[in-house]
């Protein structure tokens, strides 16, 4: 077993210092946290995990894919701290126009809306971009294989119903996308349609009452909440699409030696003063004290745009009609006086691809509370370095022996980088639980963290999910 000095106090106040108001709503909220903390972190974590155990709970959820085109793979994995995880992420193929979306949805007040959202946001986001023959194929009920899912962090299926129904709204996105032709051209206004198009069909789901009620799986679809941050991948073209407080870090390199972490979106916080402004000057100046307190939405949510969360969305009348007779606990929020308050609306932000550019990291917060981009940066280009030493040399087939030397001294070099994990997405996530931590003590912290159990990890951590993306820099050297 594996012995440590570090304990759960340790890592609940570590985490608490950081990332502390996004827990606390109210003063009341905040010293029942520190009630219910005090209790949970005096008591002494007494198992400690061995670093066989460590590692496999680290790559429990781990995925790797190789693509070979323009984007050479990417590299997944998640860390849950909620039961369930509400963080999903998905990754998509466009075939009819040969791009890929990469993306990542951090829910909140449940996983259903994040689920929703990671299932079915890209194929909105890829009719607009059709030719205007196929789009009005579309409308016209014919069916077009848009975006094939290449892999989900969870196994969630659409049923038949809800296929027959996304089918539908699609039918009727393609007209709205027909009559807006010109506007959709340009693919930042084509996003901010299809975010807007989806959560608006989200809520009309949620809305349909059958033999008098309403259906509740669509309901609480939309009573939860979820950012989303995704990566449109088209040749040497990316755009960045995102809701809440998801980030989107480039890894820039012109030599092994030197990176750059370029930052690719701002988050949809009270951090960002231009959100705090545009969400002010929405309503009248009799809210300016209420409308944001405590860094939060009406005092409660932490994002600032975000699909679902229809408690901040909806008229009272409404809300009160649908969600109060069926689902007593989620009442209106105080100082509900001039709504909508939250909106769907993405950031979209282009980026033209270099040689330069070799990696995209997209991750929820829960990574960035624990990990700057530069870091992380540094710590998956030093992985790109130091995983070829993971397998045996092999020499190529007519190689010299002056190239095998060589070769081998190269090798000999990137020992010093030899990562534990040949996912990259696990080396930052290990990593970031241990940024603060010396190498003496890293598996003693990592099993202080991990030992936690689900129900009460969240206190400690978010859920972390990252999907690392490397790009071909022969295909790009040749675009430009």
């Keep these: 077993m594996a012995s440590s000095k570090l304990s759960s106090t340790h890592l609940f106040f570590s985490y608490f210092n950081k990332v502390g108001r996004k827990f606390v709503g109210n003063d009341d909220l905040l010293c029942s946290v520190y009630a219910y903390q005090r209790r949970l972190c005096f008591t002494q974590i007494k198992y400690q995990l061995t670093h066989i155990e460590v590692d496999q709970m680290l790559r429990r959820n781990e995925f790797a894919n190789t693509l070979n085109d323009f984007i050479i793979g990417y590299h997944c994995n998640q860390l849950v701290a909620n039961a369930p995880c509400e963080d999903h992420r998905s990754e998509g193929y466009f075939q009819l126009d040969n791009s890929y979306f ?12 994040a689920r929703t959202v990671a299932s079915r946001l890209y194929d909105y986001m890829a009719l607009p971009l059709l030719p205007e023959k196929l789009i009005r194929e579309v409308s016209q009920g014919f069916h ?27 039918r009727a996105f393609s007209l709205k996308c027909l009559q807006k032709r010109d506007s959709l051209r340009n693919v930042r206004q084509a996003f901010k349609w299809a975010f807007k198009a989806l959560d608006d069909d989200l809520c009309e789901e949620a809305m349909q009452m059958h033999s008098g009620s309403p259906d509740l799986s669509a309901l609480r679809r939309v ?78 949510l932490y994002p600032l745009r975000a699909f679902g969360d229809v408690r901040y969305k909806w008229p009272l009348k409404q809300q009160k009609a649908i969600i109060e007779p069926y689902i007593k606990l989620r009442r209106p929020p105080m100082n509900y006086l001039t709504p909508p308050y939250l909106t769907c609306e ?23 509370e624990m990990i700057v981009p530069e870091a992380a940066v540094r710590f998956v280009a030093n992985h790109a370095i130091g995983v070829e030493t993971l397998t045996p040399y092999q020499r190529l087939p007519n190689a010299t022996l002056r190239q095998i030397l060589e070769d081998l001294r190269d090798r000999k070099r990137r020992e010093s980088k030899r990562p534990v994990d040949v996912n990259s997405a696990t080396h930052l996530i290990r990593h970031a639980l241990t940024n603060d931590v010396s190498d003496e003590n890293v598996y003693a912290a990592l099993s202080a963290t991990l030992s936690i159990p689900e129900c009460a990890a969240r206190a400690y951590r978010d859920d972390i999910t990252v999907t690392v993306v490397y790009f071909h820099q022969i295909q790009m050297k040749h675009h430009v």
């Design 223 to 300: 009573l939860a909440g979820s950012c989303a941050c995704v990566a449109y991948v088209k040749g040497q073209d990316m755009y960045i699409a995102q809701v809440g407080d998801s980030g989107a870090v480039l890894g820039v390199s012109t030599d092994e030696a030197h990176w750059t972490a370029r930052k690719l979106n701002k988050d949809h916080t009270a951090d960002n003063q231009k959100e705090v402004n545009r969400i002010r000057s929405e309503h009248p100046p009799g809210e300016a004290l209420t409308v944001l307190r405590c860094e939060r939405l009406l005092g409660e």
């Design 144 to 170: 077009l294989p848009l975006v094939k899912m290449l892999n989900t962090s969870s196994n969630y299926v659409l049923s038949a119903d809800l296929k027959d129904l996304h089918a539908k709204h699609l």
């Design 102 to 113: 990469f993306g990542i949805f951090d829910g909140h007040a449940g996983t259903h809306c």
């Design 346 to 368: 993405p950031s979209v932000y282009y980026y033209r691809l270099t040689e330069d550019d070799k990696f995209l990291i997209l991750a929820s917060d829960g990574l960035w």
